[in-house]
């Protein structure tokens, strides 16, 4: 009620100051409106002190009152969330906003600058605070914490895909040589590459050779980092998870079964860890997995799931739906898909399995914040020690019941 009654005060413009950032490598379009007055100013790109400079001198020619409320946005991009962060400390309210949700004009061939859009950037921002929340999409920004979090799993996800180029590309130059293998690397690789042939018997051209090498020692280094992201997370599990947060959250979805290490960090670390749901529908609609009806006049059809939201995600709940149904044939998820859609054709059984993520997602989401298992569902499978049952029951899960 207080953040309504704040905007109401505000749609008079009175006592506020708006700002918008139009970001860029080497320039930062920084554009200010006082009660009709706007200023535009032009400041290297990353330079804060000058920023900081754009923003007094702003008030000053302005005639901004001292003490007046500073709102500011800009656009989601790779300048990150460390803006918003330092714009906060200076008393700035900021808001990031996605900029795939910004409505333009399809009415004819647009002009299209930075100054037009900082100047859309000034009017939407005025709208957002007057009560308009529809105008744009808000990311929500993680904290420095949560944001460091999500770096191990993606990093270990590029150099998985590392591995397999390394590997393809070894495989394609032996191939050209009607040389086929079935496995690359490991502690054998070194002496049966050294083993290798021609169909008739002569040896490999040496420069082709020594470029199978010179992969293979990148695709040794590569597994060799991949081993060590992957024993890093299995040591902050065991160490952390006593504690409670996170790490107890990975370690309670790795007690069910269907749901392996990579699957239960990826959850926490992109999605349960500090996202906030208030239900169900909140949770599919940020995995993107919610269905988008077209319905105009007596034209209605579906036009499949919207896919916003978070991608990785998305992904890796299909994969675990189908990991789920082998795993978990008597939940009540599996019921319902058998019953639903068995007999039915690979396509309908297709589009049933992106049902079932979106309900394993919400049953997970559950589990997580009241400790109600996934109906039909209880069973915990043996686990390692690393992955073995927290003794001490963090607050988030005070509910969840030892197996």
């Not at 005060?9 to 379009?29: C, F, I, P, Q, R």
């Not at 037009?116 to 957002?128: F, G, N, T």
């Not at 916003?308 to 009540?332: F, K, M, T």
Request: include cysteine; proline fraction near 3%.
């Amino acid at each position: 009620m207080a953040q309504m009654a704040l905007q109401a005060n505000d749609s008079g413009w009175v006592g506020v100051l708006y700002m918008a950032l139009e970001l860029s490598k080497s320039t930062w379009k920084v554009g200010f409106e006082y009660q009709g007055k706007r200023r535009i100013k032009n400041v290297p790109g990353g330079e804060v002190s000058a920023l900081r400079q754009a923003l007094d001198e702003a008030r000053h020619k302005l005639g901004v009152p001292e003490g007046a409320l500073v709102r500011c946005c800009y656009e989601a991009g790779r300048d990150g969330f460390w803006l918003h962060r330092l714009l906060e400390g200076w008393g700035v309210q900021n808001v990031v906003v996605d900029p795939a949700s910004i409505e333009v004009s399809r009415q004819a061939r647009r002009a299209k600058t930075d100054r037009v859009d900082l100047q859309s950037l000034l009017s939407k921002l005025r709208q957002y605070h007057g009560g308009e929340w529809g105008v744009w999409k808000v990311a929500k920004v993680p904290s420095e914490q949560d944001e460091e979090g999500r770096l191990l799993h993606r990093e270990l996800e590029r150099l998985k895909k590392e591995r397999t180029a390394h590997v393809l590309r070894i495989k394609a130059l032996l191939f050209a040589q009607g040389v086929r293998v079935e496995r690359v690397g490991g502690k054998q690789w070194a002496a049966a590459l050294m083993a290798l042939r021609r169909h008739d018997g002569r040896a490999l051209p040496a420069d082709l050779m020594a470029q199978v090498r010179r992969e293979s020692e990148r695709l040794a280094m590569v597994q060799a980092q991949i081993t060590a992201i992957e024993k890093e997370q299995a040591r902050r599990v065991r160490e952390a998870a006593e504690a409670g947060g996170a790490m107890a959250m990975v370690r309670a979805l790795r007690q069910l079964k269907g749901i392996g290490p990579v699957a239960a960090w990826v959850f926490v670390m992109e999605f349960f860890g500090w996202r906030q749901f208030k239900n169900g529908k909140q949770v599919g609609a940020l995995a993107g997995l919610t269905g988008t009806p077209y319905a105009s006049g007596q034209m209605q059809r579906e036009q499949g799931i919207s896919k916003a939201g978070n991608q990785r995600v998305r992904a890796l709940a299909v994969e675990i739906a189908w990991l789920w149904l082998r795993h978990q044939p008597d939940s009540a998820i599996s019921r319902w898909y058998a019953e639903r859609f068995a007999g039915t054709s690979k396509r309908h059984k297709r589009v049933g399995i992106v049902a079932v993520a979106r309900k394993l997602l919400v049953a997970l989401w559950r589990y997580l914040d009241t400790g109600e298992r996934p109906a039909g569902a209880p069973g915990v499978r043996h686990l390692t020690p690393i992955f073995a049952p927290f003794r001490k029951v963090p607050s988030a899960l005070a509910r969840v019941s030892r197996p």
